[in-house]
Structures are given as C-alpha cells and as structure tokens.
C-alpha cells in the first residue's frame, strides 16, 4: 500500500461555511396516520429532527379537497376541509412542530389539475366537475379527460388556473411557510386532453380561428398547450414569489420527457428558465439499475450548471399490506451513493412512512450512513429555521411566585404546575435567552382540562410594547403548542412571558407549562441567522476532548477529520476497514491543548464503511465515515 497523504493544520479558525443539503420527506393522508392526530405530528416532527432531515413536503390538496381550513374551498363547495380532519388543521400543525424542530415546510399540492380519482369507473371529475362542468379537461370525443384513474380539470382554463392559484394564495397568505411543492399533477393534463370549449377558443384566438388538431400527439399542438401551463407556471412562481423571495418552487415532475409526451411536463423549460428553486424528478423505481439510468438522464437533463438544483425523488415506500413495498438497505444505500457521486446535495423521499418501517430501519440507516450532522436547505443564507427556544416551568430561567403545586398530569417534559387559589397573587415569570433580534411566535403549552380556568392572564414583554392575553385553558379542543401572540424581541437574556392568577375564577385552577419563541419569517425574512448556540469548535483554549464528524461524508477519495484536546496528551487516531484491520495511522504522538484538523486522503483504498478512532488520554471514540469511488 502506497503511504498515504497526510497533512496536519492547527484549527485556529472556523470557516463559516455549513454543511448543504436537501433531505426532504414527502407526508401525504393516504397509507399513512401521521396527519391524523396532533400526537403524531409532534411525534414525527420530532423523528425527523433525530435522523437530521431539514423539509417536509405535506400535503394539502388531496382527494379534491384541501387537508388544512380552506375558505377557498368553503366558499366554493359548501366544504372547508377534507371531511376526516374537520375541526382540526394539519398544516398548522405540521408548521408548528416541524419549526420547532428547526425544519422547513412546504404545502404539497398533490391532486395538481385532477379533479377526483374514478379508477376503473366511469369519469364524472367528483363535486369540483359537478359543479363547474365547464372546468372539464376533455378529449376529442369529449368525454372528460381521465389517465391513470384521473378525472381531469382543464389547466389551460383561466377559471381552473385562478381556483388553483386561490388555493396557493391562500397558504401564503394564512400559513408562515417556507416555500411550495408542486408534483406531477401540476402543471400537467393528459396529452389526450385539450378539446373541451375555453381551450378550443383560446386556441382559435391564437391559430387565425383555426381548430386544434384532432391528433392529440401533433407536436405543435402539444407544444401550444404545453407552453400555456408553463405561463401558467411562470405567473404562479411570480405569485409565490411576491410573499417573500425566500419561499422556494419545489416541483417533483414525472421524468423527462416520459412526462411531457404523456403530461405535457416541460420540466426542461422549467429548469431552463429558472421557473423551479427545486427539481424533485420522480426517479420511483423499484431496483437500484433502473434508478441509475433514470439518474444519469436526469442528470444530463439539467447539466452540469443547474446541478445545485437537482435533489432526485426516491421511492421508499408504496402500499400497504401484502403489496406494500419498501426499498431495501442496500438500494438505499446505492442510490445515495450514486447521488453524492454526481455531485448531487440531496434527494426527496416518498414518503414518511418508509423510513419507520421495519423499527426504523431505512431512517437508522439515513442518520448513521449519510445524515450523520445537521444540513443546511442549500441556498439558504444562514440556518433559515433556527429551534425554537423552549423553557419549561421548573426550568432555572422559570421565577416562581406564591403558592404552586406539582400537579401529576403530563406536560410537555414531565408533571405541570397548579394554583387553585385567587386570594393571594401567584405567578411564573419566564426569561429566554433570545439569541438574536427578530419578530417572533409567542406559544404556550397547553393541557386542557374542563376545571382549568379560563382566563389564563399572560404578559408577553417586547422590546417596544407589551401585550395581555387571555387564554382558556380549559378548551379541550386546543392542546399541545397554542400560540399567543407575536412580539418583537431584542437579543440576550430577558423574561418575556409571565403566567399570572389575577383572573382567576373561584373553583377553577390555573396551570403552569412550558412555553415557547420562534422565529416569525413572515415578519423578519431578512434576518441571518448563522448561529443559535456556541459552536463545538470555538477559538481559545478547548474545554473538552471533542472528535467530529468527517467533512465531506460520502467522500472520494480525501476527507477532513477534526478533532480537539482540553490539555496535554499523547493522541492516537487511526483508520480500520470494516474487518477491523489497520489501514491508516493519521496521528501517533503527544498534541498541546488545541483543535487540530487532518486530512485523510484514502485514494488507494477500496469503496465502502471505514471507521476512525481516537485515543487520548482516557478519552476514546469512534466513528464512522463512507468512501464512494
């Protein structure tokens, strides 16, 4: 074996630079319970925090009906929400836990143009066609346009283009989110479609009065209709973007040019004209040889200068039961392997429910193989969904006043507190260390219970105002994350919120939880944040014995390992390959108190998992790192 390049840098400074990386999971309501109840939600937000995913893709237009409130829809057809989530509001939710949890969220428009799914019956486009049949796609003969078990609205009608624009508006509007998803379904249509009555004027208008070709296939016809739904998409990204340039345009198309011959999907001119932040292209396919060749014509499809852009849609999980299908280890393993070997910073999966199957055992994978650190969403500018700062009631930064009592009913991390009593003034005062300046949510933990009072007496402290709110804590309908109010706050360490008992109603009982502050992008899109707590890697002497994760992870065939020491000691740190034998010794002597940084270079070892070991003083760790060749 050739010696192997190595090269040691006392680690002075840190460069600013993050790790980027889009890791988005796609959650949708069908073969999947997470949407079903708030618990869930929390609960899967926080899962996907663990395995170091940064954007969830959730679903809001499904079935033909929205799966958040939708005034839109209720104005429409009588019907705000999809009828399994009435009374509730997923998407809120999903936005709450999901920024808690410092992750971005995009409402997915799943259903696109279709109308309703008739499968193998008779097409009738569901409650939107019967309604407005006018709103049709329709073939030549004029039956409504259906593909795959699709009823299909007609895209090119300015009508079925303003109801969905309203749709999108409208979560812009109501919802703090961080971008779209659009996939494909939208902007899409049957290349059968196109002969229903507003397309054939439009057409006319446009064609000296001529009539469209009865060929449905004509390359001119299907380039005249394609080229309407990318107007149609020019002007829905113009909107999008007038609510904040930071929203992204995510679109996870069918694949190029499948989608256009049968959809009429110019994803090439959407790449090509810079109409989509995101190519999310549905490389679905069930053995890992055929998601290459999907992968190297993707790949050649955007070119090596729009790269940045490219993040493949991977098939985890379909079905249910004995037709389910869940991808194996070791395609996963592959497909991301091939991603980073074409320079490839990310990839979308479909859907949440893989990665838990099995115990877990494709998200372990993610998090022990691939995701091992924290990624930034790339082009961001610093960390755009910081965590939310959080501080419980018995927290050192929580002031009790007067008499609380430990009630055992579970909060947010463990027991709550309760007074039961007006007659004497009782309070919790909570600081937070607000780690920047900027506009942010106010929330309170909620526990509800029928006796609890209602008119829980909070004061949110600004830094120019402060306001009174009255909350009921006895609404049974409301637990979980409540929001307040919204306040601008300065940064450093100050109380922002105190919980008091001056409303107290005899026989009731207040209660004391945990509370909690993010950031509000909305109100402050153009603070950078490049930093929410002190960094691992900090100049000066270091406090502890600390070794990191490699940079890059994947690599090929060179990598960076750092590494620091509070004092004086001998260090060891060697490489092994997975059968445990030697095959690198990058430091073998006695280091001052310092961090330091080494570069591997493994280019005459064989691809596959290799692990690195130190050894100082009585300080020992190891872990892993993954060479792709």
């Known amino acids: 074996m050739k010696k192997i390049l190595l090269t040691l840098i006392l680690f002075i400074t840190i460069s600013a630079q993050s790790l980027q990386e889009f890791r988005a999971v796609k959650i949708t309501d069908i073969d999947s319970q997470i949407l079903f109840t708030d618990e869930n939600i929390a609960k899967g937000m926080d899962y996907l925090e663990s395995i170091n995913t940064n954007v ?67 097409p009738f486009g569901g409650h939107i066609l019967a309604k407005f049949p006018e709103w049709a796609c329709r073939t030549i003969d004029g039956k409504i346009a259906t593909k795959n078990g ?103 198309p069918s694949i190029y040019p499948w989608g256009y011959d049968n959809y009429l999907q110019d994803a090439k001119t959407w790449i090509d004209e810079d109409i989509v932040d995101h190519f999310i292209p549905q490389l679905y396919r069930y053995d890992f040889n055929s998601y290459l060749y999907e992968l190297n014509q993707a790949v050649n499809q955007v070119g090596n200068d729009k790269l940045d852009i490219l993040f493949p849609g991977i098939l985890m999980n379909i079905g249910t039961g004995s037709n389910a299908y869940v991808m194996s280890d070791a395609y996963l393993t592959q497909a991301i392997q091939a991603n980073r070997s074409k320079g490839l910073k990310g990839e979308a999966y479909f859907f949440y429910e893989g990665l838990r199957k099995n115990n877990d055992q494709l998200g372990t994978l993610l998090k022990d193989n691939f995701y091992q650190e924290k990624a930034i969403v ?69 526990i ?75 109100l402050s899109p153009d603070v950078v944040v490049t930093s929410v707590e002190e960094s691992e890697f900090t100049e000066g002497t270091p406090s502890k014995y600390l070794l990191k994760q490699n940079y890059p992870n994947p690599f090929n065939p060179a990598t960076s390992i750092e590494y620091s020491v509070p004092s004086s000691q001998f260090v060891s740190l060697k490489v092994y390959d997975i059968l445990g034998n ?48």
């Open 582 to 629: 030697q095959v690198a010794e990058l430091v073998n002597e006695r280091k001052d108190a310092g961090r330091y940084e080494v570069n591997f270079d493994a280019s005459n070892l064989s691809s596959g998992v290799y692990f690195y070991k130190i050894t100082a003083g009585n300080y020992v760790e190891t872990k892993k790192m993954m060479l792709i060749k």
């Open 56 to 122: 969830v893709l959730v679903v809001v237009l499904n079935g033909g009906w929205t799966q958040y409130p939708s005034a839109v829809m209720d104005s429409l057809f009588g019907k705000s929400i999809e009828t399994t989530f009435y009374g509730r509001d997923p998407l809120e939710r999903i936005l709450i836990e999901a920024h808690r949890n410092g992750i971005e969220v995009y409402p997915w428009f799943e259903y696109g143009f279709a109308s309703w799914y008739s499968g193998g019956t008779a």
């Open 448 to 522: 509800p219970n029928t006796i609890w009072t209602k008119n829980a007496d909070f004061t949110i402290y600004g830094a120019n105002d402060s306001v009174n709110v009255t909350y009921d804590q006895s609404n049974t309908k409301k637990k979980g994350w409540q929001k307040l109010t919204t306040i601008y706050l300065e940064e450093g360490l100050q109380k922002v919120i105190k919980l008091d008992n001056s409303q107290l109603e005899d026989g009731k009982h207040l209660i004391s939880d945990a509370v909690m502050i993010m950031i509000n992008r909305k």
């Open 150 to 252: 699709f009823d299909w609205m007609s895209p090119i009608n300015p009508d079925v283009q303003n109801f969905i624009n309203s749709l999108v508006e409208e979560t812009l509007n109501n919802y703090d989110i961080d971008g779209v998803e659009f996939s494909d379904r939208i902007p899409a249509m049957p290349v059968e479609g196109g002969y229903d009555s507003v397309t054939v004027e439009l057409y006319k208008a446009d064609h000296s009065g001529n009539l469209p070709p009865t060929d449905y296939n004509n390359s001119a016809w299907k380039r005249w209709r394609a080229d309407k739904m990318n107007q149609w998409y020019r002007d829905v990204r113009e909107l999008t973007k007038s609510y904040g340039e930071y929203h992204f345009v995510s679109s996870s």
């Open 378 to 446: 790339p082009g961001r500018n610093g960390i755009w969904r910081p965590k939310a700062e959080i501080v419980n009631e018995t927290d050192l930064n929580a002031k009790l006043i007067g008499a609380w009592d430990n009630y055992q009913m579970a909060g947010y991390d463990g027991t709550i507190l309760r007074n039961s009593s007006n007659s004497e003034y009782a309070a919790v005062e909570y600081s937070i260390d607000v780690k920047f300046p900027a506009y942010f949510d106010i929330y309170t933990y909620s």
